[in-house]
């Protein structure tokens, strides 16, 4: 799925609503429950080509969920090489709003996983942090397959869903 034009993008009041309960009810089972929920949601609300969360809590393991195999993929390396926007996002606690996987910037902050991700047929990324009490606890990246960034509705919407989820889960980790 290449994704919907940015600029004429639209949710339905529904389908949002669908989402969030979706969301805070998986997290009530637990961490990659909701995570899977979380990156699920964001691939059929924002018209992103995929998605992957990673939640990092303090005192707690790192759980990773991706909509697909290849995002999956993609982001168990960047764990391992210790680079790429999800990193960047958790250790800031702020968004990476759009970077072309073309741009130098991205070429130069994130060496393997730009080439892995752009063998992979993605051409731009988004990261968002999951935020609970002030801190980010992880993140979620949504990668295009169009060099475009997302929308600021659309932006919004997934940060929106990104916190639902992690305080829905923090809790549950922490007792």
């Given at each position: 799925m290449r994704g919907v034009p940015y600029e004429a993008y639209q949710v339905d009041s529904e389908r949002l609503a669908t989402a969030f309960v979706e969301v805070a009810d998986a997290?009530?089972?637990g961490g990659a429950q909701a995570l899977g929920a979380l990156v699920g949601s964001c691939v059929s609300l924002l018209g992103v080509a995929s998605a992957v969360a990673v939640l990092e809590p303090p005192a707690a393991r790192v759980e990773v969920?991706?909509?697909d195999p290849r995002c999956l993929r993609l982001e168990r390396a960047a764990l391992m090489w210790g680079e790429g926007p999800g990193l960047d996002c958790r250790s800031s606690a702020t968004a990476i709003k759009g970077v072309p996987l073309a741009h130098?910037?991205?070429r130069a902050n994130w060496p393997s996983y730009t080439e892995m991700a752009r063998g992979l047929g993605f051409a731009c990324v988004v990261a968002v942090p999951l935020?609970?009490?002030g801190r980010a606890v992880g993140s979620l990246s949504l990668l295009s397959e169009r060099s475009g960034p997302l929308g600021p509705l659309?932006?919004?919407l997934?940060?929106?869903l990104a916190d639902a989820t992690a305080?829905?889960?923090v809790p549950r980790v922490r007792g």
């Open positions: 997290a009530v089972r969920a991706a909509s130098p910037y991205a935020r609970a009490s659309q932006l919004r997934g940060q929106h305080l829905g889960v």
